[in-house]
């Protein structure tokens, strides 16, 4: 889990370097700062229990860690829909900045087509206020990252500097 909270600390700065709104940008990259933080408290915390052997103190605290990093993917995930409904900027020639932008760009077009259903399906009621029962909810990037079929491991698309993977290659 450690390693794949450092895939979306490398997932959020990409976006923020690619960000048109720089309060978005901030928000993204304070958020990636804080999940490296927590990425590398569990990695630690997670070590020392491989070595320290079973306890129900260790378990407690690998426990939090654990629920922190999801905490703190989540912040990232949510500035990231941010940023994207603000809008990115051209990404360079580097494969991995073309595929979290391919990747946001697809989440984008869903969250239009969806809007796009709402408006012509009224969900309102006679004052204009959105029904809640029935009514389906946004598409977010969680959402889109748990839809993705996991990718053959042995074939990795790019060629990347942790252990042969991109940063969407992963599941979180």
């Given at each position: 889990?450690?390693?794949?909270?450092?895939v979306?600390?490398?997932?959020?700065?990409i976006?923020?370097k690619?960000?048109?709104?720089?309060?978005?940008s901030?928000?993204?990259l304070?958020?990636?700062?804080?999940t490296?933080?927590?990425?590398?408290?569990?990695?630690i915390?997670?070590?020392?229990k491989?070595?320290?052997g079973e306890?129900?103190?260790?378990?407690?605290?690998?426990l939090?860690?654990v629920?922190?990093?999801?905490?703190a993917?989540q912040?990232?995930?949510?500035a990231a829909?941010a940023?994207?409904?603000?809008g990115?900027?051209?990404?360079s020639?580097?494969?991995e900045?073309?595929?979290v932008?391919?990747?946001?760009?697809?989440?984008r077009k869903n969250?239009t087509?969806?809007?796009?259903k709402?408006?012509l399906?009224?969900?309102r009621d006679?004052?204009?206020?959105?029904?809640?029962?029935?009514?389906k909810a946004e598409?977010?990037?969680?959402s889109?990252v748990q839809e993705?079929p996991?990718r053959?491991?042995?074939?990795?698309k790019?060629p990347?500097?942790?252990k042969g993977?991109?940063v969407m290659?992963?599941h979180l």
């Open positions: 889990m450690a390693s794949d909270g450092q979306v600390v490398k997932f959020g700065n976006l923020a690619h960000c048109l709104d720089q309060r978005c901030m928000e993204l304070r958020a990636a700062e804080h490296q933080s927590v990425s590398s408290q569990l990695g915390v997670a070590r020392v491989a070595v320290t306890s129900k103190a260790s378990s407690e605290l690998l939090s860690n629920q922190s990093l999801v905490r993917v912040h990232v995930l949510r829909e940023a994207c409904v603000k990115l900027g051209q990404t020639a580097d494969p900045e073309e595929e932008a391919a990747f946001c760009q697809q989440w969250l087509q969806h809007r796009a709402a408006a399906n009224s969900d006679e004052l204009g206020l959105r029904k809640t029962r029935g009514a598409p977010t990037l969680m889109l993705q996991p053959s491991r042995n074939i990795p790019h990347s500097p942790r993977h991109t290659d992963r």
